[in-house]
């Protein structure tokens, strides 16, 4: 046992010590007194402490719980990162340029073929294509003219051709006659001159047929260039009604009203996006394995894709492959393939992150434990087994796919040993333990 001495003022001791009639002890040492005797209290306590300390606790082993891997077939998966798009994207452009005067559509809403969904000042337009109808009115009025020329003119010849058979006749009968001088010879001067009028007046109808025929094919001509002068006018007057080429979500607009706008002027964007593509490039290998080519085997293109959004939920409609890039990306080593998913209501939207996922083969007979029953250190993977003498033995193994709540185990375990499947944080290698069993066949399922 341990000794104590009471230190104090050597001069209050000789004070206390002195005879029965000195003066009673004040307030201030009263409660030094108080304070020394707690102190002797609490020494006397630490000294009964140190003398139990001899006898150590005993604690029983951690409790845990235990099971054997559960064995069945699973089937494989494989992921990819995939990159969401319009199955359609359109990019509106005007076909003419002008002033923008009307929006017609509400940004991020659903739009038809053929919808409007911008206005161009149509005024300008409106005028060139009043004009071309001008001056094709005109070209149709000189092919009217030239054609009433053309119909005098035939008249005109016509009526030549008549004099000029009278004339013929007329001297060929005086001819002979004159030379009987039954006939005088001025009345045969006469008729051939007459002849020769005729003939100079069939001539020049006959120019004047050609000159109105001539004029006719130029308006004509005049007319079809004018046609299409006021086709252009009309289609010029309709581009100024930006419509919508696809049915599809339209996009922000990336104009304002009142903007000059243009051919290069982008003003919106419209996305089919029902269905909906992925895009997601797969190693030149695994492309090899999918056409049995080389290597293992895997189903890729007969299996249905599921979408893993980006918070981890897995879109509940599957797709379909539809597309394979025609080339191999030198730069990765990879191929870009396209699924197409069903996306009623338009849930999903371009530019979307997620996973593609894809069933490529099935494992046979394989062991399975809870996620619970596996530690990760360092990059590897552990089990706590039973062993010999209700001892944990901490063993590694090699993790494969997770499948719902379990782990698919591909080497360091067997199907008769018996996991730790909770309590795992509590021992460590050579713990004893106190194992009670657990059913693992409802949580395989």
């Known amino acids: 046992m341990n000794s104590f001495w009471i230190i104090g003022n050597p001069h ?103 919808q409007v969904l911008f206005e161009i000042d149509p005024r300008p337009f409106q005028a060139s294509l009043d004009r071309a109808q001008g001056a094709l009115a005109a070209a149709k009025g000189q092919v009217a003219r030239s054609k009433a020329d053309l119909a005098r003119a035939k008249a005109q010849l ?75 006018a009309e289609l010029d007057l309709g581009w100024t009604k930006v419509t919508s080429l696809v049915d599809g979500i339209a996009g922000i607009a990336q104009v304002q009203i009142g903007n000059l706008v243009g051919p290069n002027s982008l003003l919106t964007s419209v996305s089919r996006v029902d269905p909906i593509k992925a895009y997601f490039p797969i190693s030149e290998q695994e492309y090899l394995r999918a056409k049995h080519v080389s290597g293992q085997p895997i189903e890729l293109y007969e299996s249905s894709p599921e979408l893993i959004l ?76 039973l062993s010999g003498g209700n001892k944990a033995s901490i063993r590694p193994v090699k993790a494969g796919e997770k499948v719902g709540t379990m782990w698919v185990i591909d080497d360091g375990l067997k199907l008769s040993d018996q996991v730790v499947v909770e309590g795992l944080a509590n021992i460590k290698d050579g713990t004893p333990v106190t194992a009670k069993p657990a059913n693992l066949q409802a949580e395989g399922r």
């Open 310 to 385: 980006s918070d981890g939920t897995v879109y509940p409609r599957k797709g379909k492959i539809v597309i394979t890039d025609r080339q191999v990306d030198t730069a990765t080593g990879t191929v870009r393939l396209v699924a197409a998913f069903p996306n009623p209501g338009n849930v999903l939207r371009p530019g979307e992150y997620g996973r593609v996922r894809i069933q490529t083969n099935v494992e046979k007979h394989a062991l399975l434990v809870p996620q619970s029953a596996v530690k990760e250190i360092q990059g590897g993977y552990q089990v706590a087994v």
């Open 12 to 114: 209050e001791r000789s004070a206390h010590s002195t005879s029965a009639n000195a003066a009673p002890a004040t307030r201030s040492e009263s409660v030094q007194l108080a304070l020394l005797l707690a102190l002797v209290i609490v020494m006397f306590s630490l000294t009964l402490a140190g003398c139990s300390q001899s006898k150590a606790i005993q604690l029983p082993p951690p409790e845990v719980l235990v099971a054997h891997p559960v064995q069945r077939d699973v089937p494989l998966h494989s992921e990819w990162v995939a990159t969401l798009d319009g199955y359609t994207n359109a990019e509106i452009r005007p076909q003419v340029s002008g002033y923008l005067i009307k929006q017609n559509y509400k940004e991020g809403s659903e739009v038809s073929r053929g």
């Open 158 to 232: 016509a009526e030549a051709q008549a004099q000029l058979g009278k004339a013929a006749m007329d001297v060929n009968r005086d001819t002979p006659l004159v030379a009987q001088r039954a006939v005088a010879k001025e009345k045969l001067d006469t008729e051939v001159q007459a002849k020769l009028a005729a003939q100079a007046s069939v001539e020049s109808a006959e120019a004047a047929i050609q000159s109105a025929q001539a004029a006719i094919e130029s308006a004509q001509a005049e007319v079809k260039a004018d046609e299409a002068g006021v086709e252009r």
